[in-house]
């Protein structure tokens, strides 16, 4: 709560105004026949989804050259709110051109970036993200009507948070890399639970699968869990020989660090490490874009050797070669 | 036409008069009524003619007390959490009444005291959208039942309750009723002689009186604990410096109210019930409550096949203000209780406009609303239907 909550009533305010553009007039609403398919020598897909909690209903038409997989034209029906009917618009824009394997892989997020102003700026409020989930529901719909599967077959891993696309394991990996305790901080993270709220617990807008609660609890129990293991193996890690170390460094280079490093087009790598004095130094070398970062110096070599030394051995000193 | 305002059931213009006789008492006679100079007494005969105006619009006996307070809200907080103070002070466990399709202002109250262990009971509604007499009979338990709340005119539908009713079960079984009367004042006869109501809650806001004041009607014989303890104004039962000025705005919009009662059932009606007929003529629109049992101003539609929040959104690019309890409209993304409440078919959490008139509302600015729904309508059918008319 601050200053900007605390007068309501600002919901359309937050509309970019590609929003209101396409709420007001649609470029892509309509139907296509079957006739005009066949004229065309196209197939003619008609897919229908609904979410209950909104009582939301979008009809997605496609016509797709059956030579080249290539949706050729696409157009909607959509019964909900102004976001639902813009989110639809930009879809059906989204959809045509592409083939029936590259249309699968739009989201709700691109479809949300295309509706903004500038790239910035959100063109929706947190809460109406959820609106052009649908919107993204009813592409896989129409795929897996073309490609006869279920619709799971295009879903290849669990995503937790619909509105921001988190997945699972994503919400798992980043509680363990940075030691998370709280909802707040994995929404600050990843940005899950930060849209609809549905996610967080039982009881929101929507019904999940998994709930950011749940998930936080048992991650939390593995992460005792495994410090139990690592204290083992940290007593012992003075007596390991330095192919053992050079391992066990690796091992917590792979798990734990590199996962940032890629998600930022970066990489490093351990070049090489010697015992003095009681230390352990290692050496690194950046690869990507950590080389010539400016961060790579400070905020990233911070983390590499906290990391290394919580999770590997306090002896460990880290040299940028 | 640039605007058309059909949402008086949210808030009302403030009477031009109201305003004006206001003013003196914001540079002139700002003296505090607690003072015993002359700033302070001055003051006194205009807080007296408002208070006469106060009793007189709901009927109040001399030996009642109306409270002055900031808002309904207030109200309904000094009510129901004094009877949870009186238990707690008294070792008892309560057992309160309220329905499901009260206020936030009420229900939020109640919520909050069930996580305070209090046994909160919440009545239904009938087919009708009414609170039956018969669910209240059976709830209350003589010996637990601290208090009823519940609503006179619900805000949505405009759907009026039978308050007396209530009234004669409460007395019946020595269990005291609190109403909120926030819609009911200024737009149908409201007489605390004829309705057994230990407590009333209003606000001059609904009424064409300024926002930020409301009262709180106490029937002689039954006490209150204050919500806000502090100084000695009103008798001890609500601290805080008297707002003068807003005291006798509400005291003159409520004259005011009662004075146009008449035209509101007789023009506002015919103006809501043209509107009405109008919006029937379209195709797939249910209306929710017979005329003849809501307020005269107030119209809850279901419009089919198409979405509150972006029926609210066309209207408002016509200049024309609504409400909707839509699920999509809402910060929370819940739907309005009330809507969830009314078991009536209409599938009012997603579809439900609420339109609500005022004695400012003209002929013309109806045929203009009338214009501007229909064209929503057909635009927003046309994303929503296919060819064969059937909405998605």
């Known amino acids: 709560m601050a200053k900007n909550d605390l007068i309501g009533g600002a919901l359309w305010e937050h509309y970019s105004d590609k929003v209101s553009d396409r709420m007001n007039n649609p470029r892509f609403m309509g139907e296509i026949t079957e006739e005009e398919a066949a004229i065309k020598g196209a197939k003619l897909i008609i897919a229908d989804y609904g979410a209950d909690s909104c009582g939301d209903a979008v009809r997605l038409y496609w016509m797709v050259d059956p030579e080249t997989e290539i949706i050729i034209d696409s157009k909607y029906k959509s019964f909900g709110c102004g976001t639902a009917i813009a989110s639809s618009d930009v879809t059906a824009e989204l959809c045509i051109g592409k083939t029936v394997d590259e249309a699968v892989k739009i989201t709700n997020i691109d479809v949300e970036k295309a509706l903004r102003d500038t790239p910035d700026t959100p063109a929706v409020p947190p809460q109406k993200m959820h609106c052009s989930v649908m919107a993204y529901d009813v592409i896989k719909k129409a795929a897996s009507l073309y490609k006869q599967v279920d619709m799971s077959v295009f879903e290849d891993e669990e995503i937790v948070c619909e509105c921001a696309r988190v997945s699972l394991s994503t919400i798992k990996d980043v509680i363990k890399l940075n030691d998370l305790k709280t909802i707040e901080e994995i929404t600050q993270y990843t940005k899950a639970g930060a849209f609809c709220k549905s996610c967080i617990k039982p009881g929101g807008h929507e019904e999940r699968k998994f709930y950011l609660v749940d998930i936080l609890r048992d991650t939390r129990a593995e992460i005792e869990r495994e410090k139990l293991n690592f204290g083992e193996e940290r007593k012992n890690f003075a007596e390991m020989t330095l192919i053992q170390k050079h391992k066990m460094v690796d091992k917590v280079v792979a798990e734990s660090i590199l996962p940032i490093l890629h998600a930022d087009g970066g990489s490093v790598e351990i070049v090489d490490m010697k015992e003095v004095d009681g230390y352990t130094d290692v050496y690194i070398s950046y690869k990507g874009a950590c080389a010539g970062c400016a961060a790579s110096r400070t905020g990233t070599y911070e983390v590499i050797g906290v990391t290394l030394r919580k999770k590997v051995d306090n002896s460990i000193r880290v040299n940028i070669l | ?392």
């Open chain 2, 1 to 392: 036409m640039e605007r058309v305002y059909l949402d008086n059931n949210a808030t009302t213009l403030v009477d031009p008069l109201v305003k004006e006789a206001m003013d003196p008492f914001f540079t002139k006679m700002y003296g505090n009524p607690n003072s015993l100079h002359s700033f302070g007494t001055e003051v006194h005969p205009y807080m007296k003619l408002a208070l006469d105006r106060l009793y007189d619009g709901i009927n109040a006996d001399d030996e009642d007390d109306i409270i002055i307070t900031s808002c309904a809200s207030e109200g309904n907080n000094t009510v129901i959490k004094s009877l949870y103070f009186d238990s707690v002070i008294n070792g008892k466990k309560p057992q309160m009444i309220t329905s499901l399709i009260e206020h936030p202002a009420v229900s939020e109250v109640y919520m909050f005291l069930e996580k305070l262990g209090v046994e909160v009971k919440w009545l239904p509604v009938n087919k009708e959208g009414i609170i039956d007499p018969d669910e209240l009979r059976k709830a209350i338990d003589p010996d637990k039942t601290a208090l009823v709340s519940l609503i006179w005119a619900n805000n949505e539908t405009g759907l009026i309750n039978p308050v007396k009713e209530y009234g004669e079960i409460c007395r019946e079984n020595g269990v005291k009723l609190h109403l909120d009367g926030v819609q009911a004042i200024g737009k149908i006869p409201v007489n605390m002689q004829e309705i057994q109501a230990d407590y009333l809650t209003f606000s001059a806001h609904k009424f064409h009186g300024p926002k930020g004041i409301g009262g709180l009607y106490i029937r002689k014989g039954v006490s209150v604990v204050p919500l806000i303890h502090g100084g000695e104004q009103m008798a001890g039962l609500r601290a805080g410096t008297i707002n003068t000025a807003y005291m006798i705005g509400m005291g003159y919009a409520l004259a005011l109210a009662v004075k146009n009662l008449d035209y509101e059932a007789t023009e506002v009606r015919r103006l809501r019930d043209k509107l009405e007929d109008a919006i029937l003529s379209i195709d797939d629109v249910e209306v929710i409550g017979s005329r003849d049992k809501r307020t005269p101003n107030t119209i809850l539609a279901s419009f089919r096949g198409i979405e509150g929040e972006a029926f609210l959104w066309d209207l408002n690019q016509k200049g024309i203000a609504a409400s909707t309890g839509s699920a999509c409209s809402s910060e929370s993304l819940e739907s309005n209780p009330t809507f969830k409440a009314m078991e009536i078919g209409a599938d009012l959490a997603h579809t439900g406009m609420r339109f609500s008139l005022s004695r400012y509302t003209t002929e013309e600015e109806i045929d203009y609303a009338v214009d501007a729904i229909k064209s929503a309508v057909e635009r927003l059918r046309g994303i929503s239907s296919t060819s064969n008319k059937e909405y998605i």
